[in-house]
């Protein structure tokens, strides 16, 4: 058995394990970060993972981990042929498909009137579209279709976690990674042989997810990581509680307020938005600037935060004992009941009558490129007292504002990465001595170091479009044993362990085998003699079982042989190491030295 | 082996209380608790479940391994503080997120009622309900929950749809099972979907049986008949008393009522008794995802818990004149709102109740049912009973052909009803029987029930052993015109495997190859060759089988065939799938060989030699004892 996993392009980008027959793809995502999404005659193309690297027909499930893994899967369930089945948490499927919804609006055909249309299968056999673009232009595709986003959404099976998904043999289950609501890493049992695929994860305990669930690497054979933190960027500050980074979110967002100032958080509405946003609530408020509005301004702002006040048995246990009693598990549902916290799906008019300066705006789409966070730019943009805070870890800031020279409005990058480090994963997995661990290379600096640190386990780093073939050899596979088959095995003890020589008969039924009896089982069972004869013990007994007998012994020093003649009955008994020959005249004497045989060896 | 006992609910409706008992020496006997109900039709300690059945000494936790609750329903969760917190059982508690919301709430109006109102002492208190709330783990459907840790225990939910957060329960031990219904609902309604149960294939299935005799007509007409009913008394002036569990039911009718006002313009009063509304209703906007799939997908857009038409209810309304109807908990009309409201109604004719619910007997509600004219509501108070009766069953619950629906779906191998009055209930199990073709019980409280489960032992084979066998598995090629049958080739579901089962303290016992299971004993594997012989009285021989002129041939040739003839018939007999081999001179079995003697000694004249090597001993053993049946030895002279 062999398991492929591919590397991915970027950390958050598709692998695929396989397994025998079956494969497994993890996460197709669109790559928006990095300023990738591009634009060509006016209209927006975004890089996929290579979709044409994967024999789509060959895939039996796609397991996604959290909603940002997500947005290239229109690509895999709508244009490609891809049969199998897509499993995600249910949070994961509204939230995705909001997301993915969000991008449409952002950047597809919508956004740019008037472009030519041009819709996901443009690849290589129309080279002139990608006119200009370097070496990688082949990975551009035109964005999908809100049909498609529904379309696709459809075909996902929602599940929660610990829920057990029996997948044609192979054993699925979804564990809290604590990154996001419904966020998920994976466990993939196949008999013995336990593999556990860890995405974006987070083990802060101060946010608004269920904590990261370890038991998903417990006696785990192999461990794949993606999306770590990226260690190399050296303004990225690790975390290990939120708070000091909402503190100073807090303190700055308060000084530009205080000074009649806005604040624009570009930034996705979902995920660490939630407690940026519950923080920056009740900090305003304990600063006697409680009555600053929030506006949440994007396509989806209404849906995905009207969505996160009924997420609470996806939320931390303190906000899920808030639903106990009862009140919102989301602080920010109070805020929105009195008035303190708008939604909008663009900043047009609609926005106007609600709209009151000073406030706080979060709006995407966080590459600056494109939605309603160009509007506040532009209207703030002249003006020092307002202010940029770009808490996205993912997007390069100065990249992003880049497109706005000239601006006086002040910026600040406090980004909140509260992505499991090389670090942090190390400490996890080295006392669980996992036989195998894949890191992506992009997050390790030091691979020496990882290996001293975990000797016992195999560490693999890969890139992207690298094949690792992990070996999956599981020694054991579970099957049940029938009652009346049990009844009639007789143990011999060898030690502390009991053995039974067994013939049965192995059946299989609806995928559940079982070890039943067989009618002739008696008869064909083979049995065992083990130990070691001594000899003179051996004559011993035979005088016993012959007694009156003469018993010569025939030996022959050179070559460890020897021959035990009894006379009448004739007997012989020729040893030679562990090869036995006796001879005898009837059945009945061979049963008496059989009898001998077994007083002096162990036989089942 | 399978013991359930019902300590409440067996032949009887509340008091929900199944003790189950599963398991086998592999995994340890696991104890669990299905419900922990109170019973409404009683106020002494009859309203609980017998708790000292399952320890005389109060040694609940270590009995029990754990409590499951299957809603909120004060019938399956009424006795809960009273166990835990008076009782002392402090092991696990399991059930769904929104039955951890609301159970609480119910409680605390049931402790209300008992201790203020009736003056009850010796009840549990609010703090009690906290700290007992405190100890239960809130899950998830499709959840599969190791209780204690335990891999032997596993418990999962489905989704039942009798209210809101209802759930059935699958409890897996080692190989057995078992799932408990609670209540459910297998037809959805305006709030909640149906309930849903993967094929798991239980030893047994435990399900309620509270409409086993009923078929009802659809949703639609129940619902038009409902509003007609409503409606016609309304227009006439009349008040119309609708008495409902503040959580469940009641959001359904209001949807149900709010929509019908709304279409046709109405403007009578519609009042829902207060307190428990807005709070019932902010659990529904809260635990939206419990609900159905309409609801679910429009709650951006519009909530449907946001009612436009329903108003508060205040004491003073009720003397009031004109039309309203009123909503009013509780619906068994045994105390409460629903009652005081009832006593001031109930003799003016052009009034009208509804009971939308199953009343426990001895209630109120269920005299009022059963038509009585004069109902004594209290020790002092006689009632004239006047208005309109209407029963209309809206109660959730799942009708006979919704049980035999469920019970296809998840195809047990046993069934037990509970959760049921007696007669109707032995009319579903006769039907059931015939029906299901399954063994069907309905205990009574304290009655046990065994349930006999084929016992299984986990073995784990190892894949080589297994991957060997698999690949010996040849599929016999046809004889040269021979013809094949298309209908009797069938996919090889069963192959004979041989390997040493290893049995070791603490660990799954393994099915492996000799060489592995020795490897730690040190001890050579001995390969014994056995050498003999068969000696055989000619003359018995050639009279049986009236040989004549064995002059020209050696006897011991014809001895050989007519062994061949007879061991070929007795393996096609008892060990089908083993070839016999013959060859000139002897005749094969795996390794045991029988052959002409080589030596023409006199005492070998009359004998047949035998050779095998020890790993065939038992092969061995049936060709002999075979040979000693047809041959006779030689009389000893």
Redesign the interface.
């Known amino acids: 058995m062999a398991a492929e996993t591919e590397a991915p392009s970027n950390s958050s980008d598709p692998m695929v394990i396989e397994n025998e027959s079956k494969r497994t793809k993890l996460d197709p995502s669109i790559d928006t970060t990095n300023g990738s999404t591009r634009r060509s005659r006016g209209q927006f193309y975004v890089e996929t993972p290579v979709l044409s690297s994967v024999d789509w027909k060959s895939i039996d499930f796609i397991l996604i981990t959290n909603y940002k893994n997500m947005l290239a899967l229109p690509y895999i369930t709508e244009y490609s042929e891809f049969k199998g089945k897509v499993y995600a948490t249910e949070p994961t499927v509204i939230f995705g498909c909001q997301m993915m919804k969000e991008l449409v609006h952002f950047f597809g055909e919508s956004s740019v009137p008037g472009s030519s249309r041009q819709r996901g299968h443009a690849k290589a056999e129309k080279p002139n579209i990608f006119y200009g673009f370097t070496a990688e232009s082949n990975l551009a595709q035109s964005l999908y279709t809100i049909p498609d986003v529904q379309s696709c959404v459809d075909k996902i099976q929602p599940v929660r976690y610990g829920e057990n998904l029996d997948l044609y043999g192979v054993n699925v289950t979804a564990h809290s990674a604590g990154y996001c609501l419904g966020s998920a890493n994976w466990s993939i049992i196949c008999d013995t042989e336990k593999i556990a695929m860890i995405s974006s994860s987070s083990i802060i305990t101060d946010i608004h997810p269920l904590p990261f669930n370890k038991s998903v690497l417990d006696d785990a054979d192999v461990v794949i990581l993606s999306d770590l933190c990226d260690s190399r960027n050296e303004d990225d500050v690790r975390l290990e509680s939120i708070l000091p980074v909402l503190r100073d979110i807090g303190n700055y967002a308060g000084e530009v307020l205080a000074n009649k100032g806005n604040v624009l958080f570009p930034c996705v509405l979902n995920g660490i938005m939630f407690d940026v946003l519950d923080y920056l609530g009740r900090y305003l408020n304990s600063r006697g600037l409680g009555c600053v509005p929030f506006y949440a301004i994007s396509p989806i702002a209404e849906e995905s935060l009207k969505y996160s006040f009924i997420s609470g048995e996806w939320m931390c246990e303190e906000r899920q004992l808030r639903m106990y009693i009862p009140e919102n598990p989301m602080v920010h549902k109070d805020m929105f009941e009195r008035n303190l916290l708008y939604y909008a799906a663009r900043a047009d008019s609609s926005l106007q009558e609600i709209y009151q300066e000073p406030c706080v705006v979060f709006a995407g789409h966080s590459s600056l490129r494109s939605g309603a966070v160009i509007n506040f730019i532009k209207k703030w943009g002249n003006n020092p007292n307002n202010a940029i805070i770009f808490i996205e870890s993912e997007f390069n800031f100065k990249e992003a504002i880049s497109a706005f020279d000239g601006l006086q409005i002040k910026t600040m990058h406090l980004p909140i990465d509260i992505r499991l480090t090389v670090e942090q994963v190390v400490e996890m997995i080295k006392e669980l001595q996992p036989r195998e661990v894949l890191f992506p290379r992009g997050a390790v600096k030091n691979a020496d170091d990882i290996r001293r640190r975990i000797p016992s386990s195999l560490v693999t780093l890969y890139e992207h479009l690298d094949i690792v073939n992990i070996s999956i050899n599981s020694q054991y596979k579970r099957t049940y044993m029938a009652e009346n088959l049990a009844s009639e095995i007789y143990t011999t003890n060898i030690g502390e362990t009991k053995v039974a020589a067994l013939y049965a008969n192995l059946k299989t039924y609806n995928n559940q085998s079982s070890l039943i009896p067989s009618v002739s089982s008696q008869i064909l069972k083979q049995t065992y003699v083990i130990g070691n004869i001594n000899v003179p013990s051996l004559i011993d007994r035979l005088t016993e079982q012959f007694y009156g007998c003469l018993i010569t012994l025939d030996d022959d020093i050179k070559t460890e042989k020897c021959t035990i003649y009894v006379d009448s009955p004739k007997v012989v008994i020729s040893l030679d190491g562990n090869n036995i020959r006796v001879e005898t005249k009837d059945n009945y004497t061979r049963k008496l030295v059989s009898d001998v045989l077994n007083q002096l060896l162990i036989s089942f | 082996m399978i013991k359930v006992v019902p300590l409440g609910a067996g032949q009887d409706v509340g008091r929900s209380c199944i003790l189950v008992s599963i398991g086998d020496d592999s995994t340890g006997i696991k104890n669990i608790m299905f419900d922990c109900g109170m019973h409404m039709g009683y106020n002494d300690d009859r309203r609980f479940p017998d708790f000292s059945y399952i320890s005389k000494t109060k040694r609940f936790t270590e009995q029990l391994d754990c409590v499951i609750i299957s809603h909120f329903h004060l019938d399956h969760c009424g006795a809960l503080p009273f166990f835990t917190e008076m009782c002392g059982y402090a092991g696990p508690i399991y059930m769904t ?1 929104p039955t ?2 609301i159970c ?1 709430i119910l409680l605390e109006d049931y402790r209300k009622i008992t201790v203020e109102r009736k003056g009850d002492t010796n009840f549990f208190t609010s703090q009690m309900i906290k700290n007992c ?1 405190k100890k239960v783990t ?1 899950v ?6 190791k209780v204690n840790n335990d891999d032997d225990l596993e418990i999962k939910a489905y989704y039942a749809g009798h209210v809101l957060g209802a759930a059935m329960f699958y409890v897996r031990v080692g ?1 057995q099972s078992v799932v408990y219904t609670g209540d459910y609902n297998m037809t959805p309604d305006r709030h909640l979907g149906a309930a849903w149960i993967d094929k798991v294939q239980p030893d047994l299935l435990i399900t309620e049986s509270t409409y086993a005799t009923t078929i009802r007509d659809s949703k639609r007409s129940r619902e038009r008949d409902f509003l007609k009913k409503v409606h016609d008394c309304v227009s006439q002036g009349g008040k119309v008393l609708i008495p409902v569990f503040a959580l469940g039911r009641a959001q359904e009718l209001c949807i149900l009522i709010e929509t019908y006002w709304e279409r046709n313009n109405l403007n009578v009063p519609v009042y829902f008794s207060a307190g428990m509304t807005e ?1 019932a209703n ?2 529904y ?5 419990w609900t159905n799939e309409k609801i679910k997908n429009t ?2 857009n519009r909530n449907m818990f946001d009612f436009k038409h329903i108003k508060p209810w205040d004491r003073q309304y009720v003397d009031l004149p004109g039309a309203a109807v009123l909503f009013a908990t509780p619906g068994m009309l045994h105390i409460g709102t629903s009652l005081e409201v009832f006593k001031k109604w109930a003799p003016f004719p052009e009034n009208m109740v509804i009971m939308p619910g199953f009343c426990v007997a001895g209630t109120v509600g269920a005299k009022v049912l059963n038509g009585d004219k004069e109902i004594q509501v209290d020790a002092y108070n006689k009632v004239q009973v006047n208005l309109q009766v209407k029963n209309l069953s809206f109660s959730a619950h799942a009708d006979a052909k919704g049980i035999m629906q469920l019970i296809k779906q998840c195809a047990p191998k046993n069934v037990m009803l509970v959760h049921g009055e007696k007669a109707k209930m032995e009319f579903l199990q006769d039907k059931i029987r015939r029906e299901c073709r399954v063994p069907c019980t309905c205990p009574a409280n304290g009655e046990t029930v065994t349930i006999e489960t ?11 052993l ?1 991957k060997r ?1 698999l690949n010996a598995q040849k599929l016999s090629l046809p004889l040269p015109g021979e013809r094949i049958d298309l209908t009797k080739i069938t996919p090889v ?13 603490d660990r ?4 492996i190859e ?1 060489e592995e ?2 490897r ?2 040190r ?13 055989f009285d000619p003359k018995q021989f050639q009279d049986k089988n009236m040989i004549s002129n064995l002059e020209e041939t050696d006897i011991r040739v014809q001895v050989l065939e007519y062994v061949y003839e007879v061991v070929n018939k007795a393996i096609s007999k ?5 070839e016999l081999h013959k060859g000139l001179l002897e005749i094969k079995l795996r390794s045991v060989t029988v052959s002409l003697p080589e030596t023409i000694k006199d ?1 070998f004249k009359n004998a047949l030699h ?1 050779t095998w090597n ?6 061995a053993d ?1 060709l ?1 004892s075979i040979m ?1 049946d047809i041959l006779p030895d030689m009389p000893n002279l």
């Open positions: 997120h951890k919301a609480p709330m809130a998830n459907l499709h959840q599969t929950i190989t709070r902010d659990y906007k809260l635990f939206i995802n709650f951006v084929p016992l299984s032992i986990p073995v784990d084979i190892s894949v080589d297994l066998h579901d069963e192959i004979p495997i041989q390997g040493v089962l290893v049995m070791e303290p799954i016992p393994r099915l000799v299971a020795i730690e004993a001890l050579p594997i001995l390969d014994i060759d056995f050498k003999t012989f068969k000696t008892n060990i089908p799938g083993i005492e035998i020890s790993k065939d001993q038992n092969l049936f002999i000693d």
